[in-house]
T-cell receptor, first 114, second 112 residues
Framework: DSGVTQTPKHLITATGQRVTLRCSPR?????VYWYQQSLDQGLQFLIQ???????AKGNILERFSAQQFPDLHSELNLSSLELGDSALYFC?????????????FGEGSRLTVL | QKEVEQDPGPLSVPEGAIVSLNCTYS??????FMWYRQYSRKGPELLMY??SSGNKEDGRFTAQVDKSSKYISLFIRDSQPSDSATYLC????????????WGAGTKLIIKP
């Protein structure tokens, strides 16, 4: 158990809808990362938050947004969903903002868009 | 061309064999190299971590970095069915403003 909790584990929704994925980082970790993993794209970095502030942004679509709350949990909001958004979404956490340390991953949220 | 190339496999070997997993990269600024293991329906977990060139050994696992060839390897000795997983390489420059760049992952199957 990595200590990172993600909910929901599975989500099935329709095109055009909006969903929210939630992540609770490991106790003491200040950084939260969101990744998208699909069969043909591998693990794609979306966004990083550090202690409530956006730290880095990757290949995150404008339809997606995220935030990190004062209690350090994070939410990833996906809107106007398309079929191609179907993927595994992982949250990871680390102690500080540097990626040269170990990232601890949750078990992921599997999103299916029909 | 991707910054990090990794053969997706699957790679199927008999139990007890020595396994070699590899990644090539194009950015000579990469300094930190990691191998993560991902079991089916689970998140990746850090397996090995190396900085710059050289070898690092941890039990049955050896990570090797050849910066002159821009090539990293993970060797698994005496492979076990429990080693069956997807192995992802990841790397980053020393600059803390850079994120990890990930390989696509190689699916490894160890046959009993």
């Amino acid at each position: 158990d990595s200590g990172v909790t993600q909910t929901p584990k599975h989500l099935i929704t329709a095109t055009g809808q909006r969903v929210t994925l939630r992540c609770s980082p490991r106790s003491g970790d200040l950084s939260v990362y969101w990744y998208q993993q699909s069969l043909d794209q591998g693990l794609q970095f979306l966004i990083q938050y550090y202690n409530g502030e956006e730290r880095a942004k990757g290949n995150i679509l404008e339809r997606f947004s995220a935030q990190q709350f004062p209690d350090l949990h994070s939410e990833l909001n996906l809107s106007s969903l398309e079929l191609g958004d179907s993927a595994l979404y992982f949250c990871a956490s680390s102690l500080d903002y540097r990626v040269t340390g170990e990232l601890f991953f949750g078990e992921g949220s599997r999103l299916t868009v029909l | 061309q991707k910054e990090v190339e990794q053969d997706p496999g699957p790679l199927s070997v008999p139990e007890g064999a020595i396994v070699s997993l590899n990644c090539t990269y194009s950015n000579s600024a990469f300094q930190y190299f990691m191998w993560y293991r991902q079991y089916s329906r689970k998140g990746p977990e850090l397996l090995m971590y190396t900085y710059s060139s050289g070898n690092k050994e941890d039990g049955r696992f050896t990570a090797q970095v050849d910066k002159s060839s821009k090539y990293i390897s993970l060797f698994i000795r005496d492979s076990q069915p429990s080693d069956s997983a997807t192995y992802l390489c990841a790397m980053t420059p020393m600059d803390s403003n850079y994120q990890l760049i990930w390989g696509a992952g190689t699916k490894l199957i160890i046959k009993p």
